[in-house]
């Protein structure tokens, strides 16, 4: 009986984890979305009655637990600060969500009837759901999901950019589906095609940060893949022509964009912006950046610099003698982690993200569980990367997509022998 609710609550979770953004434009209600909450914290209930498995502090650095400490201690600070609220309350929650997701993911066998492979599928497989449900609801006018339900709710309207919601939010799990397909191979032309879909999907929705991880895995796979070219020959294939194909179709239907619902100009902009390194000329990186400069260059006690402010940092952050309204959290992970944890907890969540690759670069070079330590290092780029522009840990699909495909790769590199990737 407790497996099977277990079960249900995973495919809650892992539902959420690719379709929480899309939700917002159905009618259904927000306050369905805290079924993920509810879900997430009933399976580590669920935990006091069975033997719990640890990510191995050697698999995971002591940095991993050292950060995750570091944030309950941002909690326990932020509920009993002076000026703490609901919101900042439940963020300081939220933040804690990846390492949650990690620790449920990595028992999952143990808490419901499913095994992490099955997670990993069912994932999979609603990303091929996702993509479309993009379709339809940005191209099709119904009355179940659609983007004008979305601005009828006062959602922000993202005009010219394919997806419903924020580009990067959205179409995150297509970028998952990426670099999963890119470190396992492509057998299959239905997965060739799927991949190439998510990818020219990830260019349409104009998602700037993700542009760029897919342009950084793809350097690191080619030359991780020339010290064993041998089982990587099907994704370098694909990570050279399926890249050359997009930009092709792309720069082919420029002038078509504009008939596509996508503007061609903004379009431009994001992309010169990246390439040339003017991310300031970008409103949206200006803004980030702007906000990142307050939270470093406000003038603190060395407590605080030391360990952090709680949740209620955007508080206190001022331009002179006037307070500025900031919404939380600041998109940019680094500087959210300072801003709550001090440097200690920056020092553990960059010292956590710089061992595992290690380590994981030395696994793959040593030949051991290639597979699992290529999918790994392509991961921990992109959460390296997004980290930069969002706050990844606040952000519910991509702490639990991430978490998902960690605790993946840690549980196949335990295994005895070298598994193919299966999808």
Known sequence: MLKALGSIYIVIIIFFAVFDSVRNYTYLPAVFGYLKEIAVFA????????????????????????CFFCLLFTLYHTVFSYDSNSRTIIYSIKSLE????????????????????????????????LLLVNIIGFYIPNPIVHTDIGIDKGLMAYNGRFGL???????????I????????????????????????????????????????????????????????????????VGLICVIIVIIYAFNKLQEMGINPLLMYSKINAVITGDLISDPAMASRIGYKKLVVDAELPLTEILFGRSYNYYQRLYIGAERIHVDIPIENTYANIYATSGVIGFFCFTGFILLNGLRQLKLFIENK???????????????????????????????????????????????????????
């Open 43 to 66: 399976l580590l209930f669920s935990m006091f009655f069975v033997k719990v498995s640890f990510p191995k502090i050697r698999d995971v650095s002591p940095f991993f637990y050292a």
């Open 98 to 129: 990846f390492f949650l997701c990690l620790l449920i993911f990595c028992n999952i066998s143990k808490i419901s009837n499913y095994s992490i492979d099955d997670a990993v599928r069912i994932y999979l497989k609603m990303c091929v759901a």
């Open 165 to 175: 919601g924020q580009a990067p939010i959205t179409l995150f799990p297509l970028l």
């Open 177 to 240: 589906v990426f670099i999963y397909q890119l470190a396992f191979g492509l057998s299959r032309n239905g997965k060739y095609l799927f991949t190439l879909a998510c990818v020219a999907s990830i260019f349409l929705g104009i998602a700037t940060t993700a542009i760029v991880i897919i342009v950084a895995v793809t350097i690191a796979f080619l030359l991780l893949s020339r010290l064993h070219s041998k089982y990587f020959v099907a994704g370098a294939r694909f990570s050279i």
């Open 369 to 423: 569980k290639r597979c699992e330590a290529m999918l790994f290092i392509l991961l921990l780029i992109a959460f390296s990367l997004y980290s930069y522009t969002l706050p990844i840990t606040d952000v519910y699909s991509m702490a639990s997509g991430f978490a998902l495909f960690f605790a993946w790769a840690l549980k196949r590199q335990a295994k005895p022998r070298n598994m193919p990737g299966a999808a």
